[in-house]
Every structure is written in C-alpha cells, then in structure tokens.
C-alpha cells in the first residue's frame, strides 16, 4: 500500500509563504534585527555562579570594621573588645520561559519539499533562543520591576489604540516592544487594570507621537490606558507589585532600593553612587563623569567599564574631539566614538542601554546566580525538543532559565543621569 504524502495546512505555512522562491541566493534568512547581547554576555562570562539543586543564592557581606582598636599608655587598660560586622543578601530565583510551536503539517511539508529558505523546527528553535536571550537583555537593563515601558503612559480615550507618549520611545527603538506580543496594561498593584493579554496587532515608529495597536486574544472591548498605567508582557507582574522578571542594573545601581532583601535605609552601607538631577537634563561633562568616577573610589570601588546608550558615547566623543590637535592631514579620521576612554576604561555604547544616563561598572560584583544554562525540557525528560501535543497536531518545545541578577559590592557601581 502507497505511503500517503502529507498536505501542508495552509493556514500554518502562512508565515513562510513569503519567503517561497524559485530561484534561491541564499539557504538562510538574513535577520533585520539587533541581536547582541551585550551585558548578557559579559555576566555569563565573567560572574555567572551556578548551582543545580539551589533555589536561591545567599551573598555573605562584610559591613563594618571591628570597634576593638585603640591607643595607650603604659600600663592603661586596653578599649573594650569587639568584632566584625556581617550581613547577608538574598536572591530568589525567578523562572524565565521560552515556548515555540510547530504545526505538524508545517513539518511534514518542509521535511519533504525544498519549498522555503528555513527549515521549520531549525528556525524557531534556533532563533525562539536568540528571542529569548535578547528579553534577557531587555531585562538585565531594567530595575526588575516587570514593565516594558520607561515611563507612565500618557493615557488614551477608550480604543483599541494606546498611546506611548514620547518618553517611551526608546522602547521601539530598542525592540522592546513589537508585533505580536502578549501584553498587559495597568499599575504596579493591578498590573491588568486597562488590558490583561491583549496582543499588539501594529507598532507606530514615531519619536514624538509612538502608538501601538492591540487586539484581545480572549475577550473583546475597548481599552482606556490611564496616565498612571505602564505595559507589561502578559503575567510578568502579579497584583500587589510583585514581578515575575530577574533584576537588572537599573535597580541594582540605585540609592533608594531594595536589593536581596537589604534597604539602603537601614543598611547604608548598600547603595550605590547615583548622580542625577531631579528630573531636569544637563549636558554631559568630564567633571560630571570625574564626580561619580571620585564618588565610587571614594567607597574603596573600582570601576572597570561604563555602559551609556549610544547618543551617550557619542556625546562622550563630541566633547573630546575639538581637543585632538593633528600637524596635517596625512591618515586624518574621524567618528570613531568607540574609541575614547575615560580614565583609562572603555566607554562602551550599548544600544539596549537606558537613555540619558552612563553606568560606572565594577564588572565582578554584578553576578548572575543560576540552576544552569537555558535548557529545553528535554535536557531534563529525555528524547527530543519538541514534543508532540496531545490532542493537536502540533509539537511544542519549552526553553527554561533559572536565576536571579544580584550584587556582592553594591557600592563600587554607579550612574550619571539626567543627561540631555
């Protein structure tokens, strides 16, 4: 009896229909994307402490000099005697999924045809991973409070149509924020006050007036985003200002914080230098940049990169610049912003960075406390990838990252802010 040749759905090749050819230049998509993983890769590379049966990660921290040292005469009773001061932090993990889809018809056809530049499971599984290492990223910059937006939403009449405000651009600039995701829209205590997954249908690229536009995946109705609402991605926060995210630098360099269970106010000792100004812009200078970098020296830290977005380093460059002095025009050049350091270290410009502000880092004391690697169930189950759906014919794949961002020496790390 003849095998039966498999008919691809058409609706599941949908996503592939546009890349069909019928003459190839290339077997491979040439990704449209920013795909480095700068500060991610960094912290894997350096400070990533792994623990397969940990929960959680405890920093022991010395606090304090001992009170027993003093200066006598002869035969004077000594000063009283005294000890170490200690603490801890503590850092939960937090759980980070990936889960991709791959309908069986879409396998079948692309396993059996030459039809298409992508092999299906090679490209989600290959690429669902670059995805989920640059919401890492995402992540890693923020201060593990589980919003996608940098500010509040200006607030919109009911619609299906959200407003940005100009404030949130940076988050399509960046690719924060894009077509199809799950998003949640509300406040810190009800973070689906507005909207509880409703999926982004359309992005509109503007520096002064960006907008999205969402459809309801579940339920129907207009949304009315208030001018106290942020955007979150669908069940990232959880009432009460609880967040599902790991935290990131703009949290852990921070004065005012909560970090692995410590307050600055009770704990003074666990801040970091943060220099900004009320709110109001100011131009980058060299005695703005030396008054953080003295600040920070001052703590007993050591700064060892500085992270700015990239308008930063190249208004760093800009300042340098009029001062290069050539005897004539032999080799001259020009542009290279990613050249100048500050005090003998790189200015790195990151284009996940924050806008406005330059990060004094002491690389070694930010660390990353995991179970591991990112690992598909398989690693833990057996057999392959993706595994069949029961009662769908689709096969599902789950990509898990266990861990937590944390700090062993808050105050060697720093941030110049507010700048224009």
């Given at each position: ?18 890349i ?19 500060v ?7 400070t ?13 921290l ?29 850092y939960?993990?937090?759980?980070l ?27 989600e ?140 106010a ?23 940049m ?22 930063q ?64 169930q ?43």
């Amino acid at each position: 009896m003849p095998l039966s040749t498999p008919v691809a759905n058409p609706a599941g090749i949908t996503a592939v229909q546009d890349i069909l050819k019928e003459v190839w230049v290339t077997d491979t998509l040439e990704s449209q994307l920013y795909e480095d993983t700068i500060v991610l890769d960094w912290i894997e590379n350096v400070t990533e402490y792994t623990d397969s049966d940990g929960l959680k990660a405890t920093v022991p921290l010395r606090t304090g000099r001992t009170g027993g040292v003093s200066a006598r005469g002869i035969g004077q009773q000594l000063g009283a005697a005294s000890h170490q001061s200690a603490a801890k932090a503590t850092y939960n993990y937090k759980n980070l999924y990936l889960q991709v889809q791959v309908f069986g018809p879409v396998v079948a056809k692309m396993e059996t045809q030459r039809q298409a530049a992508v092999r299906e499971i090679d490209f989600e599984v290959k690429n669902g991973i670059e995805d989920f290492r640059r919401d890492m990223c995402r992540q890693l910059q923020r201060a593990g409070a589980g919003v996608l937006t940098v500010a509040n939403l200006p607030g919109s009449a009911a619609g299906l149509t959200i407003d940005l405000g100009a404030a949130n651009y940076p988050i399509i600039d960046r690719g924060w924020i894009y077509v199809d995701q799950l998003i949640d829209i509300g406040d810190a205590a009800a973070p689906t006050a507005a909207a509880g997954s409703y999926r982004i249908a359309s992005v509109v690229d503007s520096t002064s007036a960006p907008q999205i536009a969402i459809s309801s995946d579940s339920t129907s109705g207009n949304v009315t985003a208030l001018a106290t609402h942020q955007i979150s991605l669908a069940g990232n926060r959880v009432a009460g200002g609880v967040s599902n995210e790991i935290n990131g630098i703009e949290g852990l360099v921070d004065d005012t914080s909560t970090v692995g269970g410590l307050s600055p106010a009770t704990s003074p000792y666990w801040k970091a230098v943060k220099d900004f100004n009320a709110g109001t812009p100011r131009a980058l200078s060299i005695p703005l940049m030396n008054n953080v970098w003295r600040k920070i020296k001052q703590r007993g830290g050591r700064t060892e990169v500085l992270l700015a977005d990239l308008v930063q380093q190249q208004k760093y460059y800009e300042l340098l610049q009029p001062q290069v002095r050539f005897a004539g025009d032999t080799r001259l050049a020009a542009g290279n912003v990613e050249g100048p350091n500050f005090n003998t270290v790189q200015l790195i410009g990151d284009p996940d960075s924050l806008p406005n502000r330059i990060y004094f880092m002491n690389k070694s004391s930010i660390q990353l406390y995991s179970a591991g690697g990112i690992a598909w169930q398989n690693q833990t189950t057996g057999g392959d990838i993706l595994a069949w759906r029961q009662d769908y014919d689709a096969f599902v794949g789950r990509a898990a990252k266990y861990g937590q961002i944390g700090t062993n020496r808050r105050a060697s790390n720093g941030v110049l802010g507010d700048l224009s």
